[in-house]
């Protein structure tokens, strides 16, 4: 019998909800999950301490390890602590879940995700972003087993974080017009079923009135992350979340180190790109990120007009295999001084 249709990995189980912690034990005593029960609990700085304390006397056999940083070196350190094992658990931020996903990959152990924050789209993602020799790169690891979104823990942290998971999610939209643009331009094959995973969560968060600190704004945050980690597996790439955005983003960190969160930087990319592309999304973007206090000018990461110029003018190096609107214009770099100049003008009034 012929394979009829794709198969993409999914997580078993996706729970996002106020008191979604305290499932952990009956969901890692799913055989799936844990056959023996030989868990690895990986928890990070700040608060993924106070779950691990939470979490503790459901878990009788589970080892606890800290990890630091989001470094490949953390995750190769951690993967060799793994041999006895039968699943990793990752309790934490984005730097945290991807050392675990990472280390967990390389064992090739199930692997649960614990968000204790939005920050980015990483949490049910088959990538993990960590640095090597002091540069970030992303890497392609197994998706997480299951995921857990714990609300009560995510409205306690900064709202910078929110907004930088709410920018993420948005930038989607500038992503997908991107590979739009290069099927168009370029005959580059373009995923109908990756697409509608990641416009379907970024477009419930585009218009939405209610702000950061409601409920149903961070549920409707926590999926449309969890549906970029989808549309990524079912594309194999990141291509659907991933466009002039990234690329920009992936020059400022390259350029100026520790600039800005992730998803301010895609933010302020996506919009920039959207005001290049002169498409649609340019409007209610820039509204959407002005009424959540999100970044939309350079100056709002911390950045000059001119350093911005020079990431833009970096930004088609960082990955040289994608087609973007940047790619498409080829701007030199008085063309795009020209064009940040209008863009800065346009929005900062
Ligand atoms: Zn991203």
Redesign the pocket.
Known sequence: MPLLARMIPCPLTVDVRSGAMASLGTLLSDGRISSQGQVAVVVGPGQGEQVAAAVRPALANAEFYAVEGGTVEAALRLADSLRSHDAVVGIGGGRTLDVAKYAASMTGLPMVAVATSLA??GIASPVASLEYDGRKQSYGVQMPIAVVVDLDYVRRCAPEQLRSGLG?AL?NLSALADWELASRERGEPFDGLAAALARSGAESLLRRTDGLDSVEFLIALAEALVLSGLAMAAAGSSRP??GAC?EISHAIDGLYPGTAS?GAQ?AVGALFASFLREDDLLETLGAALARHGAARLPRDLGLTNEQFVAAVAQAPATRPDRYTILEHLALDEDGIRDRVGSYVDAFDR
Do not use: A, P, Y
Request: hydrophobic fraction near 10%; charged fraction near 20%.
């Open positions: 980015h789209d993420d930038s979340c991933s990234h992730h895609v």
